[in-house]
């Protein structure tokens, strides 16, 4: 609610938010609500067919759409037991103190320990600098931040490199973003919700000696999966194979990385796409027209199946999650 108010607020006061949306037909009310719980809930959707590339010169509302897409995404639980914590602190409620120091008993798959939490706080961070740092110095000069000002440029790579871990949110346009961007890119949106760097092993998680071989209890089934990274591989191959012809046709639209960007991001249900642009044809087509739509508009059925298949491969990923763990790679070859 704090959210949807904050939203319609900066639109409603500044003017060239308003435009934008008077423009399209978009009620301030409407559009407050739909981006509030799209960025929170991180599904991407934005009811404007450029997705937030429009609102870009908007540092304002951007600053406002940040910190929601982190409390709903990768700084959840975090946010959740600092919230317990205050609780806990204001009304010295012994169940808040339970919760705080029995979170794996609590069987939420959100509430997880202090050092947890703190690790993956750094973690999310570190990761955003490291985004932000490359992003800036690659392409604060080109065309990807072309007419904004110092200011600007700043809020919107930061806001850019906050939703590339599953948001989908974008200001920027990736077709034109340089191939080492869309690489760290790509990286970050294959890790998942809660990836964090954890150097130490919670006590929690430490097992007691002498309970029985690391194998045991393996399933025939768990010993044939492959991990989750093989899969993907097997998708991008199949989608490149079945795409080969665009591929030799139409290679600036239809090559490896946009194929892979596509596919990744679907997979992490992140929505990030490079788009189809008529401009970078080797052989013009005249009907061929510019449309705001993902690049895998312009894909045939089959791939479009197999990405579909990608997303509910994504969405149902912690079912495969101790796959490939039977193959291994020896050390003497």
């Known amino acids: 609610m704090v959210g949807v108010i904050l939203v319609a607020s900066y639109t409603s006061l500044v003017s060239s ?9 978009i009620s301030i009310q409407t559009f407050s609500i ?13 009811p404007t067919n450029e997705n937030m590339i429009v609102f870009k010169k908007n540092s304002g509302l951007l600053l406002l759409l940040i910190p929601q ?3 709903g995404n990768t700084l959840f639980a975090p946010s959740l037991r600092f919230l317990i914590w205050v609780l806990e602190k204001l009304t010295k409620r012994e169940d808040y103190r339970y919760m705080l120091k029995n979170s794996k008993e609590m069987g939420y798959g959100h509430l997880i320990s202090s ?11 570190g990761f955003i600098v490291i985004q932000f740092v490359l992003l800036c110095a690659m392409e604060w000069n080109s065309q990807v931040m072309d ?19 599953h948001s989908g949110e974008a200001v920027f346009d990736l077709s034109i973003v340089s191939s080492a961007i869309l690489v760290l890119f790509v990286a970050m949106m294959y890790l998942p919700q809660y990836f964090s760097f954890m150097p130490i092993k919670p006590e929690e998680e430490v097992t007691k000696s002498g309970k029985g071989h690391k194998n045991e209890g393996r399933t025939a089934m768990q010993c044939i999966l492959f991990s989750q990274l093989s899969y993907l591989v097997i998708f991008i191959v199949l989608i490149c194979i079945l795409e080969r012809e665009k591929m030799k046709t139409d290679p600036l639209n239809f090559n490896v990385l946009s194929i892979t960007l596509e596919v990744i991001s679907a997979y992490g249900n992140v929505g990030y796409s490079t788009g189809y642009s008529c ?17 895998v508009g312009r894909w045939s059925n089959l791939p479009k199946f197999v990405l579909i298949i990608v997303m509910l491969f994504g969405r149902l990923k912690k079912f495969t999650s101790h796959g490939g763990k039977a193959w291994r790679v020896s050390k003497y070859s």
Do not use: H, P
């Open 17 to 25: 938010a308003r435009e934008v949306l008077t423009k399209k037909g």
């Open 115 to 125: 050092v947890k939490c703190q690790f993956l706080a750094m973690t999310v961070l």
């Open 147 to 165: 007419g904004l000002s110092w200011f600007e440029k700043l809020v919107a790579a930061f806001f850019q490199v906050v939703n590339t871990r």
């Open 279 to 295: 401009a970078r044809q080797i052989k013009a087509e005249a009907s061929c027209k510019d449309r705001w739509y993902g690049f």
């Open 69 to 71: 897409t982190l409390l």
């Open 34 to 46: 739909f981006v509030t719980v799209s960025t929170f809930s991180n599904t991407g959707f934005v």
